[in-house]
């Protein structure tokens, strides 16, 4: 399996544009989290789905973020309109359900200017 | 939610151990301990988790103390690739799910 693919690996965007990351968790993992790190607040969990269904999504900063999973094979977490502070790594990380491990992408580094 | 302390930084001489600690004095009865590392510019990843035992891997080994108030995570023969943030992390419940909440970690150094 090549792991949890998350596209682009970087993204420059303008402020007030919108910004689309996307996921492919691993086959078979029915969980999928959402997390961004910064420096001054670490690893941040946004949302998470279960079996493509919102579990929690306490940790979305504001209305301008959302995130989607219309099926097991892809997830989208989209800000609009994105803003300076918006600029982070942004991970996504999948499970299977009965393993404790998390497995997490190679991240997407987002910079708005 | 139960919470860790872990120094922010540790040094490491290239083949000696490295002992890294966590305090988690409000850990429930039936929460785990799990390490996950981060090397720069990659995501974190899962290194080893334990209960009440001491637990051992290809990677390191986990010593959780009688009370379960702390751990350590050893890595026996650190390298220079072992250079990364080590979190420790004690597993909540989200509403129906689980998911990892991460502090701010140990960023070890090893040096030759």
């Known amino acids: 399996d090549a792991g949890v693919i998350q596209s682009p690996r970087h993204e420059v965007t303008e402020m007030g544009q919108e910004v689309t990351l996307r996921c492919k968790p691993i086959s078979g993992h029915d969980y999928l989290f959402w997390y961004r790190q910064t420096m001054m607040r670490g690893l941040e969990l946004l949302i998470y789905f279960n079996n493509n269904v919102p579990i929690d999504d306490s940790g979305m900063p504001e209305d301008r973020f959302s995130a989607k999973m219309p099926n097991a094979s892809f997830s989208t977490l989209k800000i609009q309109p994105s803003e300076p502070r918006d600029s982070a790594v942004y991970f996504c990380?999948?499970?299977?359900?009965?393993?404790?491990?998390?497995?997490f992408g190679q991240g997407t580094r987002l910079t708005v200017v | 939610d139960a919470k860790t302390t872990q120094p922010p930084s540790m040094d490491c001489a290239e083949g000696r151990a490295a002992n890294l600690p966590c305090n988690h004095s409000?850990?429930?009865?039936?929460?785990?301990v799990y390490w996950y590392r981060q090397i720069h510019s990659q995501g974190p990843q899962y290194i080893i988790h334990g209960l009440k035992n001491n637990e051992t891997n290809e990677m390191a080994s986990l010593i959780i103390t009688e009370d379960r108030k702390s751990s350590t995570l050893i890595l026996p023969h650190a390298t220079l690739r072992d250079t990364a943030v080590y979190y420790c992390?004690?597993?909540?419940?989200?509403?129906?799910?689980?998911?990892?909440?991460f502090g701010k970690g140990t960023t070890l150094s090893v040096s030759s």
């Open positions: 409000t850990i429930s009865g039936n929460e785990y």
């Open positions: 992390i004690v597993r909540v419940a989200t509403q129906a799910g689980t998911a990892l909440i």
């Open positions: 990380a999948t499970k299977r359900g009965s393993s404790t491990e998390a497995f």
